[in-house]
């Protein structure tokens, strides 16, 4: 009875509940034929009326489980809402404000992303809160016209929920398409209004099916394109309709009549497709699916609130984040059983994951309600996405009811339900607007319910100018021909977007008026194909497949007037032959062709261009030009006849949205006509046979007949066309050619006539320029007994240079002057007919030559009568070649690495990654090898070795060889490849590479050899990425051994010239960022580098110590890199050492080992200067302003090889430690002209005992920085101001380091403390470790508990240390001191607290740098002699030293001398030397005496009143007697410092005793002289 005790309740059962109603096909159950009321099927179709029909009941038996719309049976009338669910933007994003974009329910409630139970709750809040729009729905659009639409039900339950009215009759439709919430309210009051809106309840979501409305398509005429809608609930089934704008799509019951004005199954094969639409055509579309883009479904990883779907391939290349797809049930397996057995409960859970429900009234009718997909982020990939997985808004609970789902052969099935596209057919020749209807498959036809929008057919935007330009008017001729176009000045297109761009060329009328050729040179007669073919018809390649070969083949020119060249393309491809079905009320159609050329993103065309001429630098219109082989047909210029059309396209998948904007986007498009037409062959008229252009010189040598009569091979000599004058000025040079011609007709009785006009086009037609001016000088000489008169008194031809190419901007950009014409003297005689093998000469007198060169090729010819009609066109003899211009073929190498040498720079280096820029100064194609007769490997070989060829090739001792396909910047992170320092909107070196060949390397070359038809244009340019490995000896910049040269061939071996060497030293001055070699340098030795201070922020001096690789002259250059952060400021600061540093610890004696293990360490002088940059600064970028991280410092000094040097030099420390700080200290030396000669091949260490060693812990090599000095002022103690080296007493002196505290409590710390170079730790020795201060910390809680570890005897590893806060600690440890301090590192001690946070993942917390205390020693000792003869008795003899301790009275000096001073007499007292500590005979007392035992020579001078400091000590002996005898090597003294002196021998130390080297006596010379000087003579 007790109910209010929980303890009473018993679980007896479960109870299910569906997720959601079920949707019925109809309003009822079918009563049969004549039933008055028929049932209504529920909406599909937009616009299509139905009504609504909920269902319920329980369906399930107990044994298969709960039926997915199991529920209690309607038995309430109940009122209707529908909401939009993912096709209005009008609520608030999700965690989003008001003032946000607003998106659609279904984004609001992220249920598109994940299906949560918030989401879920969120569409019955939506319910209750939101309302109906009556613009979408025609029918209970409002709670009103709702009641119109009621579900009416009762007395008795009913499975069918119909919202048709009480009379179940009653339809609506809805305007557009989409997902619709359906929301019902079964508690009304007596106006059937809902009680509250809180008892709307969500029921169901169904998707009706149909197009997004509104869409505005703009596709460019003459384009074969598809269409692509985007909407709801697509399938295959569907179609489209293009009506007028004056239709509507529901007239005519749903089936207007449709519009013509495009074609539909283009482009036209042999005339049999693309044809007009009829009537009724209907547009066949399909939807994006597993099968036709072969991407399947491996498997899916189910999860509670969504499920990730692995595919077998990328993903993202076909669905974008926010697609809807259904899945084919067939191809899944639930549970490890197929569809065929599946219970109704599975059925319901397949439903969930496939998108495909059943009706509840009708099982075996579906209906579509899709799952968005959703992209899986990943930061790491340059995407950002996963290519290969998409999520969906599905997932069951964790537990054993969780579904196992697999798919057949892993391969799951799917479509894209939300985008439909038509196949790429349609074309329209012109502009015209018409009407999109949709159409479904519904009551056996296709019906077009919904009206998707409008597509325009319409003209892209023109280019500035296009044009194409032959070189023949002769009807039915073949030649050469021109395209030429221009983009339009400020179309942004080109600069904006990083996608690739192609060119489209559309030859309108193949067969009628222009028919594209293949490469190659024509021969023979040009009224026929000349040896020349056009493509096969019905040969293709596809952009898949483009090639640089394929551009080879049908282009033999590309050029454009940018200084950087024509921009090498990814390659070209093209189609078959084309031509369209012919209308019943058209004439033939003609056949057409496009190529197309692909260009790489941001490598591509301009909207304007830099030019460079002789009048300066400037940004221009561009133009670009493209020449090919053509036969000419009937072209008539009175109609203007389009003859190519040029689009430039935002390429991409065709037919997919560009970044550009819509898909098939053109950005440009360019009508390219000719203003010249052509003409038949007249009768009678003059038909050229042959027609001679040779040097001057070599055409003089020939008789009036020419090359007829000489040898073949002369004949078919290619002659090179060398200057006949040469002109420089300002950096430019031309070269100028003097030529002649001669022309002989076909039939003598129709001869070259007086006035008859001689046309000569200058191939290869881009590159020559053969005048600033209009005319040039041609004078004609006559065959022997014949005249040249002109009419004027002279022989004079009137000759006029033209550009082949017109365009509207020549002031500002003139055209090449590429063609020639002569008019014959108006009196010249005309050849007789007995003499036809005759022809008088014309002698051009100068034109100027192109800078570029050619391989073997004849120009081309034409003759038109003194009207300019009856043309005819012919080939010219002999083959010409030119070896181009120095400058014209150029190579260079990127600067790059720390070095500017690449990054791996020293001598033996392997795998050093550079990149190399080539320009070619002349068009290298490969044409096609005539195949042997021998098919065998031999002959394949051999025809290989002829195909063209470019090498690069390096210097001795390296070996080169080629970097994966040769693309210098795969992963995009070389800064030159971006960058755009003339601010034009273009990257200044676009990164072309060539692809349609192949590298090879043997030794120190690299070669490309290309492809069959493959082609590298004069002035393009293109990059290689090279791996060489380095010599095994430095190989300095200037080394005239250090070449790299550029060489290549020809087809058949042939050649241009000698091989090019990269640009000068001097050259390259003009090329920032490019070199033309490089220097392998030697690593530097003894580099260390030591801060005075290691806290984050700190202006901290560095002590840099290093040895000299190589003798270097005065005004070299030190650098110094610091890694990032740290600055050297634009106020560069270097300065000496102390003085110690630079001192003689050593006792060597004069003039000897300036270099070597024991030579002093020297300065850089007073002459230098300091400059200041970034080391990691891109070569491009702009000049720092902050964070300068290199220092150059020019000395004035010539250094010394094996000479060690110091310096100092200020730098402010970085903010924050990073590890890379540790890898990032460089010291590079350089040579006046600023080459690397040596360098740090590793970072500089740090603590200089490892200098030998590469560490392999970072912490153990370059220094970095620290949070926070040390907390306290830390003392050395050794128990003196000075200490005295261990050897003198054996002994080791105990260090106390205190205070230390930590900046954290309870931090596990790594200590470590570095000795100057020469300390040893000793902790591990009797009483040589104590972690704590006797008397000073406290005992228990302040000791260091630590097990001492020492590495490379003088750092000394605390490990594993647990400080807390406010307590001080401190230690004591014996060291062993050295005899004297270290001059190539700093002598100083450094504590680090945190030294290595790796291996805790602590903050490195407190540093500092503790100066060593004075060694008690004696250095910088010397001593100098006057006279070095044996017995020599008025000697003097100089002893100089500096000491450490200070003298008080009977302190001093005792020299002891070896046994080579034996019988030297030093006399008492010496002269203390000016700038010198005075000891003297007023303040101290002298004796010279000699070993009682060895009697050997000594002295003592000591102080007997007053005291002196420590510091530098001289004397000068006077009256010196030497010893007696020669001697064979050096005398030395030994030089001390004591106490108690006049105790002598009880005194005692002072300061370590030096051995000081001391002259060598020597016996007299026998003979001595000068010899005769030479005369001198002033010149």
């Known amino acids: 009875d007790d109910c209010e005790n929980s303890a009473n309740y018993f679980q007896v059962g479960q109870v299910l509940v569906a997720s959601a109603a079920g949707l019925a096909r109809w309003t009822k159950l079918s009563g049969g034929v004549g039933e008055l009321i028929q049932p209504i099927e529920t909406l599909q179709f937009v616009t299509k009326p139905g009504a609504l029909t909920l269902y319920a009941g329980i369906m399930s038996n107990i044994s298969e489980g709960m039926h997915p719309y199991d529920s209690i049976a309607w038995r309430r009338k109940s009122k209707l809402k529908l909401l939009s669910y993912d096709n209005e933007d009008i609520y608030i994003p999700h965690r989003g404000t008001k003032d946000d974009a607003q998106v659609s329910l279904e984004k609001s409630l992220r249920l598109d992303r994940i299906n949560t139970k918030d989401g879920r709750r969120g569409l019955d809040t939506a319910c209750a809160t939101s309302a109906s729009d009556p613009n979408r729905i025609n029918g209970p659009g409002n709670p009103e016209l709702a009641k119109e639409f009621m579900a009416w039900v009762g007395p008795g339950p009913s499975n069918y929920l119909p919202f048709s009215g009480a009379e179940n009759d009653q339809t609506f439709n809805l305007w557009q398409a989409g997902s619709y919430v359906v929301c019902y309210c079964s508690f009304l009051d007596e106006r059937d209004d809902c009680l509250d809106n809180s008892y709307y309840v969500r029921a169901a979501i169904f998707m009706l099916k149909g197009p997004q409305q509104g869409i505005e398509l703009e596709l460019p005429t003459n384009l074969v394109v598809r269409l692509d809608l985007e909407g709801w609930g697509f399938t295959d089934e569907d179609s489209i309709r293009l009506i007028s704008m004056t239709q509507t799509c529901k007239e005519n019951a749903?089936?207007?009549?449709?519009?013509?004005?495009?074609?539909?199954?283009?482009?036209?094969?042999?005339?049999?497709?693309?044809?007009?639409?009829?009537?009724?055509?209907?547009?066949?579309?399909?939807?994006?699916?597993?099968?036709?883009?072969?991407?399947?479904?491996?498997?899916?990883?189910?999860?509670?609130?969504?499920?990730?779907?692995?595919?077998?391939?990328?993903?993202?290349?076909?669905?974008?984040?926010?697609?809807?797809?259904?899945?084919?049930?067939?191809?899944?397996?639930?549970?490890?059983?197929?569809?065929?057995v599946w219970t109704d409960t599975e059925k319901g859970i397949v439903s969930s994951l496939s998108g495909i429900y059943s009706y509840a009234d009708e099982p075996d009718v579906k209906h579509m309600l899709w799952n968005r997909v959703s992209y899986v982020e990943n930061p790491l990939l340059a995407s950002g996405y996963e290519p290969k997985q998409l999520t969906i808004p599905v997932g069951w609970p964790e537990g054993p009811d969780r579904?196992?789902?697999?798919?057949?052969?892993?391969?799951?099935?799917?479509?894209?339900?939300?985008?439909?596209?038509?196949?790429?057919?349609?074309?329209?020749?012109?502009?015209?607007?018409?009407?999109?209807?949709?159409?479904?498959?519904?009551?056996?036809?296709?019906?077009?319910?919904?009206?998707?929008?409008?597509?325009?057919f319409v003209d892209p935007r023109p280019m500035s100018d296009a044009g194409i330009y032959i070189t023949t008017r002769q009807t039915g001729a073949v030649g050469q021909a021109i395209i030429s176009f221009s983009p339009r000045r400020g179309t942004e297109f080109y600069r904006k977007y990083n996608t690739p761009v192609v060119v489209r060329f559309l030859f309108r009328d193949v067969g009628g008026i222009l028919e594209p050729l293949v490469s190659g040179e024509p021969i023979g007669d040009l009224s026929g194909y000349a040896g020349l073919e056009p493509l096969p018809e019905d040969e293709q390649v596809s952009m898949e497949q483009a090639s640089q070969a394929a551009c080879g083949k049908i282009f033999t020119e590309m050029w454009t007037n940018d200084d950087r060249g024509f921009p090498l393309p990814r390659g070209c491809f093209y189609g078959p032959l084309y031509r369209d079905v012919q209308g019943d009320d058209e004439i033939e159609r003609p056949t057409y062709r496009e190529y197309f050329i692909v260009f790489e993103p941001t490598t591509g065309l301009k909207d304007i261009c830099t030019n460079t001429d002789g009048f300066g630098t400037r940004q221009v219109n561009c133009v670009y030009q493209l020449v090919l082989n053509a036969k000419v047909g009937f072209i008539d210029s009175l109609y203007d006849p389009e003859i190519v059309s040029i689009y430039t396209q935002c390429a991409g998948k065709p037919g997919y949205a560009t970044v550009c904007g819509p898909r098939y986007s053109v950005l440009e498009?360019?009508?390219?006509?000719?203003?010249?037409?052509?003409?038949?062959?007249?009768?009678?008229?003059?038909?050229?046979?042959?027609?001679?252009?040779?040097?001057?010189?070599?055409?003089?040598?020939?008789?009036?007949?020419?090359?007829?009569?000489?040898?073949?091979?002369?004949?078919?000599?290619?002659?090179?066309?060398?200057?006949?004058?040469?002109?420089?000025?300002?950096?430019?040079?031309?070269?100028?050619?003097?030529?002649?011609?001669?022309?002989?007709?076909?039939?003598?009785?129709n001869p070259i006539q007086r006035g008859g006009r001689l046309r000569l086009f200058m191939k290869p037609l881009t590159l020559w320029r053969l005048s600033e001016f209009t005319s040039c000088a041609a004078t004609c000489v006559p065959a022997p007994g014949l005249s040249c008169d002109d009419g004027r008194g002279g022989t004079q031809a009137d000759?006029?240079?033209?550009?082949?190419?017109?365009?509207?901007?020549?002031?500002?950009?003139?055209?090449?002057?590429n063609q020639l014409q002569i008019t014959y003297p108006l009196y010249m005689d005309e050849i007789p007919e007995e003499r036809a093998d005759e022809a008088h000469l014309i002698e051009i007198t100068e034109v100027r030559l192109p800078k570029e060169g050619f391989f073997a090729t004849r120009m081309l010819t034409e003759y038109t009568d003194p009207d300019g009609l009856s043309p005819t066109a012919a080939i010219a003899s002999p083959q010409l070649s030119r070896v181009p211009q120095h400058g014209a073929t150029t190579g260079r190498i990127y600067v790059d690495g720390q070095a500017g040498n690449g990054p791996k720079p020293f001598v033996f280096d392997k795998n050093n990654i550079l990149v190399i820029r080539v320009t070619l100064g002349a068009t290298l194609m490969s044409p096609?090898?005539?195949?042997?007769?021998?098919?065998?490997?031999?002959?394949?070989?051999?025809?290989?070795?002829?195909?063209?060829?470019?090498?690069?090739?390096?210097?001795?001792?390296?070996?080169?060889s080629v970097v994966g396909n040769g693309t210098a910047d795969p992963n995009g992170e070389i800064d030159i490849f971006t960058r755009d320092l003339d601010d034009d909107g273009y990257i200044d070196s676009p990164m072309g590479t060539i692809f349609s060949g192949k590298w090879s390397s043997v030794g120190r070359v690299c070669a490309f050899t290309l492809d069959t038809y493959a082609s590298l244009y004069a002035n393009q340019i293109f990059y290689v990425r090279l791996s060489v490995n380095n010599p095994r000896d430095t190989l300095l910049?200037?080394?005239?051994?250090?070449?790299?040269?550029?060489?290549?061939?020809?087809?058949?071996?042939?050649?241009?010239?000698?091989?090019?060497?990269?640009?000068?030293?001097?050259?390259?001055?003009?090329?920032?960022?490019w070199v033309g070699n490089l220097a392998v340098i030697t690593p530097l030795e003894g580099e260390s580098i030591q801060p005075s201070k290691l806290f984050e922020g700190a202006l901290s001096r560095l002590s840099v110590f290093f040895q000299a690789t190589h003798a270097m002259p005065e005004y070299s250059y030190v650098v110094v890199d610091a890694p990032a952060g740290f600055d050297f400021t634009d106020n560069c600061s270097v300065k000496h050492l102390d003085d110690e540093y630079y001192m003689d610890w050593e006792g060597l004696a004069w003039g000897t080992e300036t270099v070597g293990p024991r030579s002093r360490t020297s300065s850089l002088d007073d002459d230098y200067n300091c400059t200041t940059d970034d080391w990691m600064r891109p070569v491009l970028a702009p000049l720092p302003t902050a964070n300068f991280t290199r220092a150059f410092i020019r000395v004035g000094r010539t250094l010394l090889q094996k000479k060690f040097y110091g310096f100092a030099i200020d730098v402010i420390n970085t903010q924050k430690w990073d590890i890379t700080q540790h890898d990032n200290w460089r010291l590079w030396i350089q040579s006046p002209q600023g080459y690397m000669v040596d360098g740090s091949k590793y970072t500089i260490q740090f603590n200089a005992a490892r200098i030998d060693s590469l560490p392999q812990t970072p912490h153990d090599r370059s220094w970095a920085v620290y949070q926070a000095p040390l907390k306290y002022p830390l003392k050395l103690d050794f128990g003196a101001d000075m200490i005295v080296p261990t050897v003198v007493f054996d002994t080791y002196p105990v260090l106390t380091v205190y205070p230390l505290e930590a900046t954290m409590d309870g931090t596990i710390v790594n200590m470590r403390m570095i000795a100057p170079v020469g300390y040893v730790w000793k902790p591990h020795i009797n009483d040589g470790w104590l972690g704590y201060i006797p008397g000073v910390t406290c005992p228990e809680s302040c000791v260091l508990h630590a097990t001492p570890r020492v590495e490379v005897s003088n750092e000394l590893i605390l490990p594993k240390l647990v400080l807390r806060l406010h307590t001080v600690y401190g230690f004591r440890v014996r060291v062993q001191v050295p005899i004297r301090p270290p001059s190539r590192s700093s002598n100083v001690f450094y504590l680090e607290m945190g030294y290595d946070p790796e291996e805790f993942n602590l903050d490195r917390m407190q540093a500092a740098m503790l100066p060593a205390p004075p060694l008690r020693s004696i250095f910088d000792p010397l001593i100098l002699s006057l006279c070095n003869i044996a017995g020599y008795a008025d000697n003097i003899l100089d002893f100089h030293m500096r000491t450490s301790s200070p003298f008080g009275v009977?302190?001093?000096?005792?020299?002891?001398?070896?046994?080579?001073?034996?019988m030297t007499l030093l006399s008492c007292w010496p002269e203390a030397l000016p700038g010198s500590v005075q000891l003297t005979q007023e303040n101290g007392d002298c004796l010279f005496f000699e070993h009682q035992i060895s009697g050997l020579p000594m002295m003592k001078i000591w102080l007997t009143r007053g005291s002196l400091s420590a510091g530098k000590y001289s004397f000068r002996f006077r009256r010196v007697r030497n010893a007696l005898q020669p001697a064979t090597e050096r005398a030395y003294w030994t030089f001390g410092t004591y106490g108690d002196l006049h105790k002598y021998p009880m005194h005692t130390f002072l300061d370590k005793t030096i051995d000081v080297p001391a002259w060598q006596v020597l016996g007299f010379m026998l003979d001595a002289g000068l010899l005769q000087p030479t005369p001198f003579v002033a010149k």
């Open 403 to 456: 579904p196992d789902i697999t798919f057949v052969n892993n391969k799951g099935k799917w479509h894209r339900r939300n985008r439909l596209q038509t196949n790429e057919e349609i074309k329209a020749a012109r502009g015209e607007t018409m009407k999109i209807c949709w159409g479904a498959k519904d009551l056996g036809r296709q019906q077009y319910y919904g009206e998707a929008g409008t597509l325009s």
């Open 799 to 817: 000759c006029m240079l033209e550009p082949l190419v017109k365009t509207p901007f020549e002031i500002m950009v003139p055209m090449q002057k």
């Open 1037 to 1073: 910049r200037d080394d005239p051994t250090n070449v790299w040269t550029l060489d290549w061939r020809g087809a058949n071996g042939m050649t241009l010239g000698d091989a090019v060497r990269f640009v000068s030293l001097e050259e390259e001055r003009h090329f920032l960022g």
């Open 254 to 340: 749903n089936d207007p009549k449709g519009i013509g004005g495009y074609r539909l199954g283009c482009p036209g094969i042999n005339a049999t497709t693309c044809r007009q639409p009829d009537e009724k055509e209907d547009i066949r579309v399909l939807v994006i699916s597993a099968e036709n883009v072969k991407l399947y479904i491996e498997r899916i990883d189910v999860g509670e609130e969504r499920s990730t779907l692995y595919f077998s391939g990328d993903i993202t290349a076909e669905l974008t984040d926010g697609d809807g797809i259904t899945f084919d049930e067939t191809s899944i397996i639930l549970n490890g059983r197929n569809h065929t």
């Open 669 to 749: 498009y360019g009508k390219g006509t000719t203003v010249l037409g052509t003409y038949p062959m007249e009768e009678n008229a003059t038909v050229l046979d042959r027609v001679e252009v040779l040097p001057l010189d070599a055409a003089r040598a020939l008789s009036s007949q020419g090359l007829r009569g000489k040898r073949p091979q002369d004949v078919d000599a290619i002659l090179d066309l060398a200057a006949s004058r040469t002109e420089s000025e300002g950096g430019f040079v031309e070269e100028f050619l003097r030529f002649g011609l001669r022309a002989w007709p076909k039939d003598t009785a």
């Open 1450 to 1462: 009977n302190d001093g000096f005792l020299f002891e001398g070896s046994e080579l001073t034996r």
């Open 928 to 960: 096609p090898i005539e195949p042997s007769d021998d098919d065998n490997e031999t002959e394949q070989v051999n025809g290989e070795a002829m195909k063209p060829m470019i090498q690069i090739t390096l210097p001795p001792d390296y070996t080169c």
